[in-house]
Structure formats: structure tokens, C-alpha cells
């Protein structure tokens, strides 16, 4: 059974930086396709970063530049360290992984970022 669990949401004020951390038990992150996505109230759920097998990374236009995804294999966790919050980076962050040996896609529970201004 896949659980992936995120934690490092906030408060934080703008300008402010959190770090996203997504645990995993289940799945092994450096061979699965691993994306974080976010979701705003009264919007659709989109993706912010993702990284791949082979450590290619992938960043939204908005968050170019000052959110960056990492792996830490030994750990089998993904962070996504954010920098220079702003307000409409509030939503709900989500944690994606995809095993395509096994074709299993899976979410976490989510994790609430609240930037004020």
C-alpha cells in the first residue's frame, strides 16, 4: 500500500519561504515520476514542479525561479522548497508519485499554504 505524506505547510507572510517535505512508504521515489501539485478554493488542482526518474525537473510558469523541487533518495522523500511567497501561491499542496513498472498512481493527504500579505 503507497501512503505518501506531506507536512511544511503555513502561515507565512509574503516574501516568506516554507519547505514541503512528501514522505513516501510504498513506492520508491527515485524510480516513479514524483509531481507537486496545488489547489486553490473554487480552482482547478494544477501542477507546480514535478521531477523525474531521471532527476529532470519541471517548474509552472508561475512558480519559475523561486520554488525548487528535490529528491532525497536515502530518505525517500521530495521537498519543495519555496522562496519569495506570494499571496496567490495560497492553496492546498498535494504530493503525486507514479510508479509506471507497477502503474500506480497515488496522493497525498495535502498540506494547507497560507501566504498573507
Known amino acids: 500500500q503507497v501512503q505518501l505524506v506531506e507536512s511544511g505547510g503555513g502561515l507565512v507572510q509574503a516574501g516568506g519561504s516554507l519547505r514541503l517535505s512528501c514522505a513516501a512508504s510504498g513506492i520508491i521515489f527515485r524510480i516513479s515520476y514524483v509531481g507537486w501539485y496545488r489547489q486553490a478554493p473554487g480552482n482547478q488542482r494544477e501542477l507546480v514542479a514535478d521531477i523525474t526518474v531521471d532527476g529532470s525537473t519541471n517548474y509552472s510558469n508561475s512558480v519559475q525561479g523561486r520554488f525548487t523541487i528535490s529528491r532525497d533518495n536515502a530518505k525517500n522523500t521530495v521537498y519543495l522548497q519555496m522562496n519569495s511567497l506570494k499571496p496567490e501561491d495560497t492553496a492546498a499542496y498535494y504530493c503525486?508519485?507514479?510508479?509506471?513498472?507497477?502503474?500506480?498512481?497515488?496522493w497525498g493527504q495535502g498540506t494547507q499554504v497560507t501566504v498573507s500579505s
Open positions: 503525486y508519485a507514479y510508479d509506471s513498472r507497477r502503474r500506480l498512481g497515488s
